[in-house]
Structure formats: structure tokens, C-alpha cells
């Protein structure tokens, strides 16, 4: 029975092609655009988990910010609180002595010296140019210490990383981005012990170049193109960074947890020991946040954007629905007489109701069917041009699907039993 119910939808479908198109449109839309959307969505969410994933499980985002009663009542600082630095919601701005100061951050590895393995500092210096007669190539200079790439994952490719040794001789030492050694070095030389010059408003200055690392894309620094062109991080010692600056203290600094530490446990330490730190002070503290925490509050506000803007796109869905429902009382009419030439040879209401809830079934599938590959497609054209990965969740996917045919049954049940309930006389008598 449910094949020659098949059969007869498939006839009705291929003897009203346009029409069969029409009403699959609204489905297609609508499944197209939610599977679009989740395939961006969670193509964005591993793109950016990965990115912060990448700055270390261990790290621990240690922040000045300025006391509200929000913050001083909560138990837990906002996951986001860390991008906000020393922001102030009043105009103030925090001190040298509200500042963290070298001696404080000598003064916590010491209260840490067993679950704490380094302290990632930097400092941005600008932009500048990095020329050689002809050549040249835009960087954005970074004063950092020996720590720093502890945290960050920077790929060697020559050379060495910045040292302590540097830090302490305040060295005129840089490590550059192979897209810069591309660009200066293009007869193929060891740019290794090779001396360039930076050129930075009202100054020149010579660096040896110690190290050259590879050069990732990063969505947080805007760097979604392979532009040769585009500036890349050129990393000198903090200490010559800091050189004839008068303020050299910090808002905020990355601590980095030993492998065996507790990061949570120690996150919650480090909060502790920094209220104390901070106790006397009537308008700044500390925040203290793990990466961890930032990287599950990424990924849910991720999420639940990604969902609230599929629901919206579901909407069309019930849009076709509704189409298909007016197709099918479409369809009873123009069929009244055939409904009643088959009860009269026998056929039960639940046979006639059967043979309209597969048809809206049907059609309701195919158009999802037509709606998953277009919108397959169409995600993976736009996540292609950010070379960001295709993820693709069968949940969603199947999800779509099951949806789509529900949305088929739902509107398909009331000219179902519209057919159904034709008298077959009355039916036999239209004309």
C-alpha cells in the first residue's frame, strides 16, 4: 500500500512539474538558508576556537580594570572583561601606581614559584617600514620578552627566539616573519645575522636579525588574505622597546601555569592573591581569567548566535508549509472526482488520507533534499574565500531534513482529511 501510494505521488508530482517547484520553493529556501548559516556559524566557532586554543590551555589573563559594584560584588569576572583592559566608565585613567609593576610581577613569581612557569609580556611599539634602497616591507614592531613565546605559538624556521640575554643587554635584536625575508632578501641570502633597517616616525633604527618565523593568518589581527604586502609582527626585546620610556609598568599581563598546575584551581588563587595586592585601592583591580572559561564563553555566544539567526531562518520554512498546505487543497479539488471513483471501488478514508500526507511527505522531502545541497554548497563558497574550515554537523544536517518532512506532514494532514471526508457521491457528482 505505501508503495502505490509513492507511486501515485511521484505521478502527481511529475504531471505538475512548475507547479511541484513552486511549492517545494519556500522549503528550499528555508533549508538552504538554515544549513548556510550553521555551516558559517560553525566554521566561525572553529576558526576562533582554534585561534585562542592556539594562545596556550595554560594561560592566565591577568587585567586592570576599574572597580564598579558590578564587578566588586561578583564572584567571577566577565569571561570578556579581559578585552577591556583598563577601559574606564568614568574617564579615569589608572596611575603608574595603579599600574602592575615589575616588582609585583617578581613579587607573584616568587608567591608562585611552583605553578607558575613564565610571565608573557609585550609591549606595542607601532608601525613602521623596514627598507632597503628599493625594498621594503611594512611591519608592526612588538617589544616582548623571553616569555612571550611560551604563551604564543610562533613557528621557528631559522634562528632563535628573543632571550633573556637580549632582555638583560637590551639588545638591538628582532625576529622577523619569513613574508618579510621574502620580501628584503630576494636573492635568497641567510637574513640570519643580516642587519636591517626600521624606519618609525622621526627615527631609524638597525636591527640584527636573530630569528624568522612563519607567518600565520590570524581572523583577530584582520589578516584574512595571503596580501604579501600586509604588515607582519616584527618582535624586538621589551627592554629595548621600553628604552627612554618613562611608563613602564602594565594593565595587563599573561601568566603561564605549569603543566601540572590546576588552571582553574590556580586561576582562583591568582584572583586571591591580587585582591590583596589591590585591596587599598579605591579605583582599580584586578581581573583574572583562564583561557579556558574565555574559550567556552566564545564558543556559546557563537552558538546561541548561529541558532538564533537559523530560528529566524526557519521561519520560511513554515512559510512553504503553508504553501504546500494550499497546493494540496489545490490539488483535492481538482481531484474530487477521482477521490470518489476510488471509494466507490472500496478505498477507505485512511487510504485517501494516507495517499495526501505522502504526497506533501514528498514534496516537503525533496525540496529538502534540493535545500541541504545548495546550502551545503553555497556555505562552503563562503567559508572558501576565509579559508576557514567546512564543518559540517550531522545534527544539522538531519536536523534540517526531519524538519522539512515534519513541516510536510503538519500541513499535509488537513487536505488529507479534506479528502478523506468527500462523500463519494457528492464527489462522483462534480464537475
Known amino acids: 500500500m505505501l508503495f502505490e501510494n509513492l507511486h501515485l505521488a511521484f505521478m502527481a508530482l511529475v ?27 560553525d566554521a566561525l566557532n572553529a576558526t576562533v576556537s582554534g585561534e585562542l586554543a592556539g594562545l596556550g590551555g595554560n594561560s592566565i589573563f591577568v587585567n586592570l580594570q576599574e572597580r564598579t559594584p558590578e564587578r566588586d560584588d561578583a564572584d567571577n569576572n566577565d569571561p570578556f572583561g579581559m578585552t577591556m583592559g583598563p577601559m574606564s566608565l568614568t574617564g579615569r585613567s589608572p596611575t603608574s601606581e595603579d599600574r602592575i609593576s615589575q616588582q609585583m610581577i617578581d613579587e607573584m613569581r616568587m608567591y608562585f614559584a611552583d605553578e ?9 611599539v607601532g608601525r613602521a617600514q623596514a627598507r632597503d634602497l628599493e625594498r621594503f616591507a611594512d611591519v608592526t614592531v612588538s617589544g616582548v620578552n623571553a616569555d612571550y613565546f611560551l604563551e604564543n605559538s610562533v613557528e ?10 637580549d632582555m638583560n643587554e637590551r639588545a638591538m635584536t628582532a625576529v622577523v616573519s619569513d613574508r618579510l625575508v621574502e620580501r628584503m632578501f630576494i636573492n635568497g641570502e641567510d637574513p640570519i645575522g643580516q642587519q636591517i633597517r626600521l624606519f618609525r616616525p622621526n ?33 624586538i626585546p621589551l627592554s629595548t622597546a621600553m628604552h627612554g620610556i618613562i611608563e613602564r609598568t602594565f594593565t595587563g599581563i599573561t601568566v603561564l601555569g605549569a603543566p601540572s598546575a590546576d588552571i582553574h584551581a590556580l586561576t582562583d588563587a591568582l584572583q586571591s592573591y591580587w585582591n590583596r595586592v589591590y585591596e587599598n585601592n579605591e ?15 566564545v564558543q556559546n555566544t557563537l552558538g546561541a548566535i548561529s541558532l538564533a539567526i537559523a530560528f529566524i531562518a526557519g521561519i520560511s520554512l513554515v512559510v512553504g508549509g503553508i504553501g504546500v498546505m494550499n497546493i494540496m487543497l489545490v490539488s483535492v479539488t481538482e481531484r474530487t472526482r ?3 471513483t476510488r471509494k466507490a471501488l472500496g478505498a ?3 487510504h485517501i488520507r494516507l495517499q495526501f500526507v ?21 556555505g562552503w563558497a563562503i567559508i572558501g574565500v576565509f579559508e576557514a574550515p567546512l564543518v559540517i554537523s550531522p545534527f544539522v544536517v538531519l536536523g534540517s531534513m526531519f524538519f522539512s518532512m515534519g513541516i510536510g506532514v503538519f500541513f499535509g494532514i488537513y487536505p488529507a482529511n479534506k479528502a478523506a471526508k468527500l462523500d463519494p457521491i457528492d464527489a462522483l457528482r462534480y464537475e
Do not use: C
Not at 607558575?116 to 606595542?124: E, K, N, T
Not at 621557528?156 to 640575554?165: F, K, Q, W, Y
Not at 636573530?210 to 588574505?225: A, K, L, N, P, W
Not at 579605583?283 to 564563553?297: K, T
Open 15 to 41: 504531471s505538475n512539474k512548475m507547479r511541484a517547484l513552486l511549492t517545494m520553493l519556500g522549503i528550499i529556501i528555508g533549508i538552504m538558508s538554515i544549513i548556510t548559516i550553521m555551516i558559517i556559524g
Open 116 to 124: 607558575i612557569i613564565g610571565v608573557s609580556l609585550s609591549r606595542g
Open 156 to 165: 621557528l624556521v631559522a634562528g632563535r627566539l628573543i632571550s633573556e640575554t
Open 203 to 235: 627615527v631609524i633604527e638597525v636591527y640584527t636579525i636573530i630569528g624568522v618565523y612563519t607567518h600565520v593568518q590570524s581572523v583577530f589581527m584582520g589578516d584574512f588574505t595571503p596580501d604579501a604586502n600586509a604588515p607582519t609582527t616584527f618582535y
Open 283 to 297: 579605583f582599580w583591580r584586578i581581573s583574572v581569567i583562564n583561557m579556558a572559561s574565555i574559550l567556552d564563553a
Open 338 to 340: 477521482e477521490i470518489g
Open 348 to 350: 477507505k478514508n485512511f
Open 358 to 378: 505522502v504526497e506533501s511527505l514528498i514534496i516537503a522531502l525533496i525540496g529538502g533534499i534540493i535545500g541541504m545541497v545548495l546550502g551545503v554548497g553555497i
